[in-house]
């Protein structure tokens, strides 16, 4: 199982490099980022944007572009399309996020012609380390879905999971967090945590142990667990902590990241392949750890394709 | 401006102990914590409980049951309206909880004839301080009200102003957390942030800085804000936070606490005095921590009083 951000690149670097495409790459701070993943030996990639400021980002970033195909379509909608379409037509594996919205790709992802729509929900999945722990927290849905609905969490902890086993965990213990371990029907939060429980013991979500409501205290800490009484396999040990909403997903992995110094990286899901996201306050080294997830779980996609 | 607990401790020290009405002190762990706030010089303590029960939980904590009166008050209920009729009739400053869910002491306080209703909302409002961060941090509400309207948070920043106030900070930086900065009709939660803004603007909000929606990097890092180009006295800059519901604050505080190893101290404001409130997985500094915090806020809003 990977359980650091270090073993997961030594882990992408033992395959063949995967491509990229790169959407509106024309940026320094993407450039960068996807230099380095080059130079890991992580990924090659197709640059799709405009040429000249690609070729003028690349001299910023002290990268070479020689080791690159540009593909020069300035409009950053058509260039978002290009790099899905190079995606559906196998001549990439997955498409990063270059200069650009988030809503500019994903419409492009979820294009019914040449996008790589699959029908499900599409959600952010963010992989979190913190020191002091022994493994990577999966953590789902920081954002974009705003105020999830029970079916939509459903799909959400799917996505999840996915990411989890690709780590290497092949029955993740999956936390749906909540203010309190007790159900009020007054808090939505643990009625659906509740249901989300049942329908795992019912066998309608699978490949994972589904326990909530939990706080995050009994969810990631033996002792609070113990402290509470809450005996179950999950509570103290979860790996996959899904949130009630945007708000509280955007604000745990912010305070993992600025409190807890949490390295971090983060990918969206639900469409054929990952999509990789990286956000411009993001350090080097979480852009670097988004493009090894996302090669790692489009990898592992790939083979669940294919069994 | 005390920027530590132990500043914090430091301060009460320096003061006249106060007098706190323990409500149903018969427990081990609260006890030890009225006794090492005994100690440390910051309190006095009425115990108000099942007498026989409390000196059977003084000795298992090693406490001399000598240093404290003790009111035998078997009814939790009963022992709960005491404990705060002891703060009514001026014989304690404030009271804490002990054995006891917080809904009862709460109704007690709520008492019209012997509780310490002010006819304000009561929130819950917590206290910590992380390594690295140059003050500690006012979070709020974790822990009571579980989806405030736009009064409500009118009310929750105040109380929680007050508290920054008490630890010395007399125009305090209040963010009003989301899962981004812009105002997103997609998202409640930012619109509030927003008019929360707009009424700090026209003084509707006093006392404070108030900006909103901010993302908690744009609230704590300046770096983050610069990034996003907010340039705002609060943005990087945040000593308040306020999260959107009950979700996000719990699970922010909890997050502080097991990934940023936070020292926290936690109150319930918005009553005549603020309610020592210490939750059992807490740790007993965290115990003393709020004890402490109690006592400061108890002394300063008397002060406000009298002016």
Redesign the interface.
């Known amino acids: 199982m990977i359980k650091t951000f270090k073993s997961l690149i030594e882990t992408v670097q033992k395959g063949e490099p995967k491509t990229i495409s790169v959407a509106a790459a024309e940026d320094r701070d993407v450039l960068s980022a996807v230099n380095m993943a080059y130079k890991y030996g992580l990924i090659k990639a197709v640059l799709v944007g405009d040429a000249r400021r690609i070729q003028a980002a690349a001299e910023e970033a002290g990268m070479d572009t020689m080791d690159f195909e540009i593909i020069d379509i300035p409009d950053k909608e058509k260039a978002c399309l290009k790099a899905v379409e190079l995606v559906n037509k196998g001549k990439a594996t997955l498409p990063m996020k270059g200069f650009v919205d988030t809503s500019v790709i994903l419409k492009a992802v979820l294009d019914r012609e040449i996008g790589l729509k699959s029908g499900k929900l599409l959600s952010h999945v963010g992989v979190l380390g913190?020191k002091g722990f022994d493994r990577l927290f999966v953590i789902s849905d920081?954002?974009m879905n705003?105020a999830p609905t029970l079916q939509d969490k459903v799909e959400i902890i799917d996505n999840a999971v996915k990411v989890a086993n690709a780590l290497g965990n092949k029955m993740p213990k999956v936390a749906v967090?909540?203010?309190?371990e007790k159900v009020n029907p007054?808090?939505p939060?643990t009625i659906d945590a509740e249901e989300l429980t049942k329908m795992n013991e019912r066998g309608e979500i699978t490949g994972c142990l589904v326990k909530g409501p939990l706080?995050?205290?009994n969810a990631?800490?033996p002792?609070?667990a113990k402290?509470?009484g809450i005996s179950h396999p999950v509570a103290g040990n979860a790996d996959v902590l899904i949130?009630?909403?945007?708000?509280?997903?955007?604000?745990?992995n912010?305070?993992?990241?600025?409190?807890?110094n949490?390295e971090k990286a983060g990918i969206i899901m639900g469409a054929k392949t990952p999509v990789i996201l990286t956000s411009?306050?993001s350090s080097d080294e979480s852009k670097l750890n988004s493009i090894a997830l996302g090669v790692l779980v489009a990898q592992y996609l790939e083979t669940f394709k294919q069994e």
Chains 1, 2 share one sequence.
């Open positions: 913190v920081s954002a705003i967090l909540c203010a309190a007054k808090m939060a706080a995050l205290d990631i800490s002792e609070a402290h509470k949130t009630p909403d945007i708000e509280a997903g955007n604000i745990l912010k305070s993992m990241e600025y409190f807890g949490a411009r306050a």
